[in-house]
């Protein structure tokens, strides 16, 4: 038993000392066209190129472009791949010649026909000179006039074809390797080019010269031979053959030289590092399964070191060393704790201590031993212990955490609680259930039971503990998933009751107390010298100032993108460790890094434990190591932010970048193509834009920027980019650019229209005006010809009234037999008809010809009172009779109402006065004319005598005035208010009628 436990132990010691690298594997399954790569090729601009034998591939950062022949590739299948000082990639293919890409697209080389064959097998660039080997001879093409193409097919002594291996530089000369007709110095001095044998061993794969040391490979071995001997071709046939299999390529990787194999008939290929004695395989390190690797590139700023394969596609191997993986044979590693040097790793079957290992059998083993000794000391569940099945088998204990405490290893599992000291010997077993377990200030073991209570063992052999009660006081915890001390306090994390605290022997809630409300609490660690940080359910943090006069609690800002639900939670120094389903966070003063798959985190992390400098984290089938010193120390990556490429309204746009780029009005939809120098972890940036950084960023899907309508005017495009694998921001100006504005609304345009609109607008309403004019003129013509008719019907109406009543007068005369009276009677008449007439159709008269009408109608009307009636008329100075104009007929009616009803016979002395007189704006009757016009000038007409007045009212109540009604009408009709022109005063003395006019 005890020989099969040691070999399982060093079983475990040399699974257990083997790391493993980050590596990323791509295959047509991704980005390639094809599983078979022949060529990997780094070039200037830090973009990887892969030669296939379906297609070429450019890969930077997360963007990858594929070319083939009807994108300008000579041929698909691409063997060879070089650059020359300008930046122009050579690219060979195997049977059809180079190609060239430059500026960004591909082309045929025009000079392959000069070529000693189309089978390109290698390139090399040297000196201005571009060398190219083929299946069958060599060719330089001078870079200066790529026109000049010299070429030589040798004649080997052998029948076969002169096949380039390889090239190499030695002491500023350049050789070339063939496969069966040994190793040659290339002269380009003469006109033809000219070879110069120096080493006749056949079957030459590669050569490689590093750090003065020349490496040569063959058939199952490679040589090396210092610089300084490669003239001696005594040394070089005294080489001692070294390795295995067939080495292909080689490449310098900081201070280790990789070398790509492929055995061709032997399956002892894969990727090695060359040593002192030999050659070391790295396949299981890198995690390369293929052992048919043939090319390597290694990018020195990155640290990548890339293999090609010829069946499985490529690797991206990460040698930074700041992510490792140690593979075990167990399924899960469940959790850490370390005792000064001493680190305990807990698995899902068992325990190691250091290099001791301490099976599941061993934990039954010391359970079934302490039942058969204590078979009635064992705890009950009926004294809220939690539930143990003493009948689990080995292979189904549940093993939970690992602790430290003093010196000594603490193991909580399904069938109980287990002491080990820094050996690996058990001290103590306590057949206690718990799922999570602590330690009080002073040493004391605390054990919680999630539904119930918790105990603190003053003893654990025997077990002698103290039992707080939950249901005794809301001071004691329950359902309590989580215990750290530090100090004199030891904190317990509940799952539904929030905080609490163990401290000189009594438990304390922080939310019964109403210290801190947060209630769904999960993990806690120590964060700090006074602080302690702790995470709940929903995946928030909290950073607690624990100061009783002081306390406060502070929600960390943090990515949510990082995964919102927390697995574990611990710290290094004055950084925060968290651990989420998509990788680890990093949080350090709002600095936030991300590691998940793309720096190597592929499995599933169950636990985090920071031991110095270094994170260790469980996983599946082994554990991962970080170095959190070098990981937290990482510099800035992005040095700028550019653009590269522009395409608008979906056409490529070229531009320079230190002028404005300008656009006409109609160019409007842009898709700018962002990005940074190459960097290692691509997914890890995020992209935002803004055009004026002081209103915000606006967040991109990707580095692709599509910005399709926008208006006229002038930009400035500012890019930040964050970086998670730094938790670095980095934000500049990318691009200015500026869309013309259409001339619909230029300003000259707009002011054109609204000159235009303004016309239009001036000649509407000029148009309308007019029409207004002539309509007002017609409806006022209307309007005029309407009270011309009124006034003639009025006039028709009042000349017969004048002719009954005069009429009766002649009528009067010749009965009483007056004829000399009736005559001249008549001739008055006859004047007053001819008046009448000639007044009809004018509806007004000039004042002086209203009086002599007057005068004429009072002396017919007073020829029927025999002339006693005395007339007066008077005429204001001030008032023009000839300017001023009167309706026509207007007065009549009241000096006819005078003759007629004011002088009956008993009036002894009648009397009619008549009198025109000006009204100033001062006089009274001015204040009484209805809405006066400002320009105006009024004047008064007052007809007053001196007859019955009010009586004739008594004697007459039902009589009403034919000539005043038809007067008041007519004033009406000329705008006038009645109740203001129009004023009649009856008194006991006489009447006195008042009107007045507008001159």
């Not at 400002?934 to 008594?954: E, H, P, V």
Request: aromatic share 12%; with cysteine.
């Amino acid at each position: 038993m005890r020989w099969l436990s040691l070999l399982l132990l060093l079983l475990v010691c040399s699974l257990t000392s083997a790391q493993q690298f980050p590596s990323t594997h791509y295959t047509d399954r991704d980005i390639l066209p094809n599983n078979t790569v022949r060529n990997l090729f780094q070039a200037a601009d830090g973009a990887l190129w892969i030669g296939t034998d379906n297609g070429l591939v450019r890969k930077f950062n997360d963007r990858v472009d594929t070319y083939f022949k009807e994108d300008g590739l000579a041929q698909n299948n691409v063997w060879a791949i070089a650059q020359d000082p300008s930046g122009r990639l050579w690219i060979g293919s195997y049977g059809n010649g180079l190609s060239v890409f430059e500026d960004g697209k591909l082309r045929v080389f025009a000079g392959n026909s000069n070529l000693p064959d189309q089978e390109v097998t290698r390139l090399m660039v040297h000196d201005q000179s571009l060398y190219i080997g083929t299946s069958n001879g060599i060719a330089v093409v001078d870079l200066a006039d790529v026109a000049s193409v010299k070429s030589i097919k040798p004649n080997p002594k052998l029948d076969e074809p002169f096949i380039v291996q390889d090239f190499m530089v030695i002491n500023d000369a350049v050789y070339v390797l063939s496969y069966s007709n040994g190793i040659y110095k290339i002269d380009t001095s003469e006109e033809q080019l000219q070879l110069e044998q120096v080493w006749n061993e056949k079957y030459l794969y590669s050569a490689h010269v590093a750090n003065d040391t020349i490496y040569f490979s063959g058939k199952e071995y490679f040589k090396k031979v210092a610089a300084t001997k490669f003239s001696n071709l005594e040394s070089l046939r005294r080489l001692k053959p070294q390795g295995q299999s067939i080495i292909w390529d080689y490449e310098q990787a900081g201070d280790q030289l990789f070398a790509a194999a492929w055995g061709i008939y032997a399956n002892d290929g894969g990727i090695y590092v060359l040593e002192n004695d030999g050659m070391r395989q790295r396949n299981a390190d890198f995690g390369i399964a293929s052992t048919q690797v043939t090319s390597l590139a290694y990018d020195q700023d990155l640290k990548l070191l890339y293999a090609g394969t010829l069946d499985d596609g490529f690797y991206e191997i990460r040698l930074d060393e700041n992510v490792l993986f140690f593979p075990n044979d167990h399924e899960q590693v469940i959790d850490f704790a370390s005792v000064d040097d001493i680190t305990a790793a807990l698995y899902n079957d068992g325990l190691q201590i250091g290099s001791t290992e301490i099976p599941a059998e061993l934990f039954k083993q010391k359970q079934v031993e302490y039942v058969a000794q204590h078979p009635n000391d064992l705890p009950r569940y009926e004294d809220y212990f939690y539930e143990l099945d003493y009948e689990t088998r080995a292979e189904d204990i549940v093993f939970y955490s690992v602790k430290s405490q003093k010196d000594s290893f603490w193991v909580n599992a399904s069938i109980g609680n287990y002491q080990f000291d820094k050996s690996g010997k058990l001290i103590n077993y306590m057949p206690v259930h718990a799922l999570e377990i602590g330690f009080t200030a002073s040493g004391q073991l605390l054990e919680p039971n999630f539904f119930h209570g918790t105990r603190i063992y003053d003893s654990v052999a025997p077990m002698n503990y103290k039992y707080f009660d939950e249901t005794a006081t809301e001071q004691n915890p329950r359902f309590v998933v989580g215990v750290m001390r530090k100090g004199e306090k030891t904190y317990l994390t509940s799952i539904f009751d929030g905080l609490y605290v163990y401290m000189n022997g009594k438990f304390n809630s922080y939310e019964a107390n109403d210290i801190w409300q947060e209630k769904r609490l999960r993990f806690v660690t120590d964060f700090g010298a006074d602080q302690i940080a702790v995470s709940n359910e929903d995946g928030d943090v909290f950073i607690l100032n624990d100061d009783p006069e002081n306390f406060t609690a502070t929600k960390i800002n943090r990515n949510n993108a990082h995964g919102s639900t927390i697995t574990f939670l611990t710290s290094y120094k004055n950084t925060l460790i968290i651990g989420t389903p998509k990788g680890v966070v990093l949080h350090h003063d709002g600095r936030e890094i991300f590691l998940d798959g793309e720096q190597g985190l592929n499995g599933k992390i169950h636990n985090g434990f920071v031991k110095g400098d270094t994170l260790l984290l469980g996983s599946d089938n082994g554990s991962y190591q970080l170095k959190l010193a070098d990981i937290l120390n990482q510099e800035n990556r992005i040095d700028r932010i550019a653009v590269k490429s522009i395409r608008v309204n979906g056409n490529t746009r070229s531009w320079n970048p230190d002028q404005t780029l300008q656009l006409s009005s109609n160019e409007n939809a842009l898709e700018i193509q962002l990005g940074v120098e190459k960097h290692p972890y691509p997914n890890k940036l995020t992209y935002h834009y803004s055009f004026n950084r002081a209103s915000g960023w606006i967040p991109m899907e990707d580095a692709t920027l599509s910005l399709p309508s926008m208006d006229s005017g002038k930009y400035r495009l500012f890019v930040q980019v964050l970086d998670s694998s730094t938790g670095m921001t980095v934000n500049q100006e990318v691009l200015a650019f500026r869309i013309a504005t259409p001339f619909y609304k230029s300003i000259w345009f707009i002011a054109l229209c609204f000159l235009l609109v303004m016309g239009l607008m001036l000649v509407y309403f000029r148009l309308k005006r007019k029409r207004a004019k002539q309509k007002a003129a017609q409806q006022e013509a209307a309007t005029k010809r309407i009270e011309e008719v009124k006034m003639e019907a009025l006039l028709s109406q009042m000349n017969p009234h004048f002719v009954f009543n005069s009429l009766n007068s002649v009528q009067y005369f010749i009965s009483n037999d007056e004829n000399e009276k009736a005559m001249r009677y008549l001739s008055i008449f006859s004047d007053l008809m001819r008046a009448n007439l000639n007044n009809t159709t004018k509806p007004f008269l000039r004042l002086e010809e209203e009086i002599d009408y007057l005068k004429k109608y009072i002396a017919l009307e007073n020829a029927r009172f025999s002339d006693r009636v005395r007339v007066t008329f008077v005429v204001d100075p001030k008032l023009s009779v000839t300017d001023t104009m009167i309706p026509t007929m207007l007065l009549q009616p009241f000096v006819e109402n005078a003759f007629v009803h004011a002088f009956p016979d008993r009036i002894q002395s009648p009397r009619l006065d008549i009198s025109f007189e000006t009204v100033n704006h001062e006089d009274t009757d001015f204040q009484t004319i209805a809405n006066p016009k400002a320009d105006a000038n009024y004047y008064r007409c007052i007809i007053k005598d001196n007859g019955i007045g009010s009586a004739s009212l008594t004697k007459n109540k039902r009589h009403t005035s034919k000539g005043t009604q038809l007067v008041e009408e007519r004033l009406s009709f000329l705008g006038y208010d009645q109740q203001t022109a129009l004023r009649v005063n009856y008194t006991a003395t006489g009447t006195t009628v008042i009107l007045i006019l507008e001159r």
